[in-house]
């Protein structure tokens, strides 16, 4: 399979929360779509009484994360998907390494790395990895992280720092079993700032009210005016939006299959903030907005340049 979009992701549910509409979108236009995962959410928090047994027991919460991974990408339409690990040439476990907060919205490395810990992966062995999928793909459109990781999580920054370097491996080197690939366009996944603040404001809201009735009980609301994370850029940095509503069925659908990380995920209608919401372990309502945003990686070509068409649903930034 060649062509289409290939995205690189840390965790289970990352796909879904940071880029469910671009994937869904891609393939509802009938593209190949690759999701590459470089851990298995290991050590993440789990949420409910139902799964409170898997938290703490790594195997058995990776391999039920597997399983709500699988069940997201069928409802977004992605039918290729491989874990990173899986193209090391030696016999490799990439872990989830876990993460603690180090500020508001900041998450930095716990005290607790674990040995097979991703976030401190040799380099160029998870880069070598990503590049042969690179070359056997062979993707018009590469989306990841930003460098700060959306938020700070050890994981993510690394999963960029592969991503990055795995395209420049891929565009030099051959390997046994395909030539040298460059991929023409390469994307961060971002969020304007000023999107960011109206989503939020949008949060406490009569429309979001009605959405989650007494579900609301226990969650708490975003500040607006708190510093915001690493994925919020200055509006005038993001160049592509991707319209949520179309697809927004699948992107809530595809949140509701991560159980285990995803909580109150409710469509919200009449607000031209957010279409949707949902909240994770931290009981933090969240919005589900209006676009996804995202920016060219500096040195990446445009889109017209390069001869990419975006399916209808994709637009740049006039």
Do not use: K
């Amino acid at each position: 399979m060649t062509g289409g979009l290939l995205a690189v992701h840390a965790h289970p549910d990352d796909e879904s929360l940071a880029t469910g509409a671009l994937l869904a979108t891609w393939a509802a236009a009938g593209r190949p779509v690759t999701v590459v995962t470089a851990t298995r959410g290991e050590r993440g928090e789990v949420i409910g009484r139902r799964w409170a047994h898997l938290e703490g027991d790594g195997p058995a919460l990776a391999e039920h994360r597997e399983g709500e991974l699988a069940a997201a990408l069928r409802v977004l339409g992605v039918r290729d998907h491989g874990f990173l690990d899986e193209a090391v040439a030696a016999d490799v476990r990439y872990e989830d390494s876990g993460m603690a907060w180090v500020g508001a919205g900041r998450a930095g490395a716990p005290e607790d790395v674990p040995p097979g810990a991703f976030a401190f992966a040799p380099l160029e062995e998870a880069a070598d990895a990503l590049a042969r999928v690179l070359r056997s793909r062979r993707p018009q459109v590469v989306v990841t992280y930003e460098p700060g990781g959306g938020y700070g999580h050890p994981d993510h920054v690394r999963t960029h720092e592969v991503t990055r370097l795995a395209l420049e491996l891929a565009a030099c080197e051959d390997d046994v079993h395909a030539p040298a690939h460059v991929v023409p366009v390469a994307l961060w996944s971002v969020v304007g700032r000023s999107d960011l603040r109206r989503a939020q404001v949008a949060l406490a809201g009569d429309g979001v009210l009605a959405a989650l009735g007494a579900t609301i009980t226990g969650l708490t609301l975003p500040d607006p005016a708190a510093e915001q994370p690493s994925v919020a850029v200055p509006d005038d940095d993001v160049d592509l939006l991707v319209d949520v509503a179309p697809v927004r069925d699948r992107v809530l659908a595809a949140l509701r299959a991560h159980a285990t990380q995803v909580q109150a995920v409710r469509p919200v209608d009449g607000d031209d903030a957010l279409v949707g919401c949902y909240a994770l372990s931290n009981a933090v309502l969240a919005a589900v907005p209006t676009v996804e945003a995202y920016r060219y990686v500096p040195g990446s070509l445009r889109a017209e340049e390069a001869g990419v068409v975006w399916p209808a649903g994709v637009r740049p930034v006039a």
